[in-house]
């Protein structure tokens, strides 16, 4: 595999080795940007000049020894930079730079990263694609018809197009998740607030089920971003989480809960194959798998319920203009309409007493989560329903409608997959596991108990050695 491809520690493993320098990696990627990313329109924000110079610096300093030691890498557009735009896809926002550099970036750059740009969103974060009005929009490498998810869209397009090191994401809905297995890398969605992230300029209090976490094209680079990330504040007085070991060592060792499919959730078959074969092969090499073992809850009123917490989540930043347009839709909806959106936006000005009902009962679940992996170390399901979509800029995700298994349902129920796991907290790592018929990827979630963080990279990690890893798009090599 070329250099562009190779993994953000294989990549620090050169440059300590003196098979490289820190800015001539540098160069290397900000050259390949230059040629190949008006393709795909992944990284939008150059901080090139400032990367330079810190790459020049670290080519001076004798000691090597941090684990990400002159990696090239991007972040999200919606993560701060200090002296680089922040809009999350607004235009009157352009202009403005950022007065910090949030906290998991910074603690990038301890560890190492050069940071040389920031890559594309949705407005808002709001989308499983990634277009805006600054900075266009965002195509998949591997078939630019396609979009590359979202929100962290921009992220996964420029790993698997080898136009980064590395990448910072973050997710509530699936966006880190999603454009893993859209694009064909991994990605980790961490324990909720297990990753802080206080900037100066945002909210002091994390967002329910919002996360940040790594998108990279190795399983051993999400647990050492992991490591780096899942430390307290400082300004904060929380204790340390001690995240617990596998169980686990190895395939014939693992124990395995299998969940591809379920009634009244359509998902595209070639997807619940992809994972009813990992299974197969997962049985042939000796792991204990079921296909039947769930959790001990409907998984229905479960969703509905997260459904509810997303929108509160939400609302604490959503203009009182939008807020008046959703109390109007809330009105006019039919008692029997059971889309993700009529769900959503009946918890529009949600009482807090309500909502403390809501989250009683999402922790009662959680215990139910926190039961059934005793007897399962991880369990396998869809990231989403289908494969990289076509480019949808028609409307709002409210409006538009899309074709599952020849069923035509709402844009916005395709949040089952992701939200039965991030509604409850857990840690989900994305692997890629195979390709559609089409030569689009296929990512698997795998799902671990709350902080069983290094269980699912661990399991993704056993995945990639079993075969199941990055490859570069047609056409990129």
């Known amino acids: 595999m070329t250099l562009h491809f190779q993994s953000a520690s294989a990549l620090a493993g050169l440059i300590r080795k003196g098979e490289i320098g820190c800015l001539e990696l540098l160069d290397r990627f900000i050259g390949r940007a230059a040629l190949l990313n008006p393709r795909i329109d992944a990284i939008v924000v ?37 002296g680089l735009p922040t ?23 301890e560890a190492g990263a050069v940071v040389f740009g920031k890559t594309n969103v949705p407005v808002d974060l709001a989308d499983w694609q990634s277009y805006n009005p600054v900075y266009g929009t965002t195509s998949n490498p591997w078939n630019t018809d396609r979009t590359p998810g979202g ?7 420029a790993l698997a197009a080898g136009l980064t090191g590395l990448e910072l994401g973050s997710d509530i809905g699936g966006s880190i998740r999603v454009p893993a297995h859209y694009c064909g890398v991994f990605g980790h969605k961490p324990s909720w607030a297990l990753c802080p992230n206080y900037s ?57 809960a299998v969940w591809n499919h379920e009634p009244g959730q359509p998902t595209e078959p070639e997807i619940v194959a992809a994972i009813d074969g990992l299974a197969d092969r997962l049985e042939r ?8 073992a769930r959790p001990a809850f409907d998984p229905l009123p479960a969703y509905r319920i997260y459904l509810r917490l997303l929108h509160a989540a939400w609302g604490g930043n959503t203009p009182e203009a939008i807020i008046a347009e959703q109390r109007k839709a809330a009105a006019r909806l039919s008692p029997d309409d059971n889309s993700a959106d009529a769900w959503m936006l ?95 990827p296929i990512g698997v979630q795998i799902v671990g108990p709350s902080h069983g963080d290094r269980s699912t990279i661990a399991a993704a990690g056993l995945l990639e050695r079993a075969g199941y890893a990055f490859a570069p798009p047609p056409g990129w090599e």
């Open 151 to 157: 929100s962290s869209g921009g992220s996964a397009a």
């Open 200 to 256: 100066g300029a945002g909210p002091s209090a994390p967002t329910d089920i919002a996360v940040l976490g790594p998108l990279a094209r190795s399983a051993n680079d999400l647990r050492l971003v992991l490591d780096l990330l899942a430390r307290p504040d400082p300004a904060d007085t929380g204790l340390a989480i001690t995240l617990p070991s596998p169980r686990f060592t190895s395939l014939k060792t693992l124990r395995v």
């Open 285 to 292: 090499e000796g792991a204990t798998v079921s296909r039947t």
């Open 87 to 109: 809009t999350r896809g607004h235009p009157e926002l352009a202009n403005m730079q950022a007065a910090t550099t949030c906290l998991a970036v910074r603690r990038l750059e």
């Open 346 to 440: 009946r918890g529009t000005d949600m009482p807090h007493g309500i909502w403390l009902g809501l989250n009683q009962r999402r922790h009662a679940i959680r215990r139910l989560w926190n039961a059934f992996f005793q007897e399962w170390d991880v369990l396998l399901c869809p990231v989403f329903a289908t494969p990289a979509m076509p480019h949808r800029q028609d409307g709002t995700t409210w409006e538009r409608r899309i074709a599952i298994d020849g069923q035509t349902v709402h844009y916005n129920d395709q949040l089952f997959w992701p939200l039965m796991i991030g509604g409850s907290h857990l840690p989900a790592t994305v692997a890629p596991i195979g390709r559609t018929r089409d030569g689009l």
């Open 46 to 82: 150059h901080d090139f000049d400032r990367a330079r110079e810190r790459a020049r610096a670290l080519d001076n300093q004798s000691d090597k020894s941090v684990p990400l030691f002159g990696v090239p890498m991007t972040v999200k557009e919606s993560f701060d930079v200090a």
